[in-house]
């Protein structure tokens, strides 16, 4: 029998391979843009997503564990998936667009989704919305970082 975690893993593993639509020329454009000189993490980034990636998983498998299959879990899991999407949109449509405000504004859909999420799942599982505390630390932190890139080139805005 199919266990919850390995579809839940399988779906989270299958969304995020959605930030690999990014070509060479859209890579191009972000490299050259000026960075904020604190911005010294930037080559830990992908590790950190990884690790709040899975921290979703485990928190999306301990809320269906909880109520597998009620109204409730799916809507919840619903949730899961588009918080997923939203974040994982981020990178490809502000590069495709070459457009900081629109990462900026994924961003910030993203961190009210997360804290949406967050307050949704605490009443069934205090160790599923702990889970996802890293994505709201995070989240911002990135929103914020894409701030500051557009005040240091206005002109890819």
């Known amino acids: 029998m199919i266990k919850s975690w390995m579809v839940i893993g399988f779906i989270t593993f299958f969304i995020a391979f959605g930030s690999f639509f990014i070509t060479p020329r859209d890579v191009k454009w972000f490299a050259k843009l000026s960075r904020p000189r604190w911005l010294i993490f930037e080559p830990l980034i992908p590790v950190i997503w990884t690790v709040i990636f899975v921290c979703g998983a485990a928190s999306a498998n301990i809320v269906w564990q909880k109520?597998?299959?009620?109204?409730?879990?799916?809507?919840?899991?619903?949730?899961?998936?588009?918080?997923?999407?939203?974040t994982i949109t981020y990178i490809p449509l502000m590069l495709r667009l070459r457009s900081l405000k629109a990462g900026e504004i994924a961003g910030a859909v993203g961190v009210a989704l997360g804290i949406v999420l967050t307050l949704s799942v605490l009443p069934i599982s205090k160790l599923a919305a702990v889970l996802l505390i890293p994505y709201l630390v995070w989240s911002p932190v990135g929103t914020y970082t894409t701030e500051e890139l557009i005040q240091l080139n206005p002109e890819d805005a």
């Open 67 to 86: 109520h597998p299959g009620g109204l409730v879990t799916w809507l919840l899991m619903g949730l899961y998936l588009l918080l997923e999407i939203v």
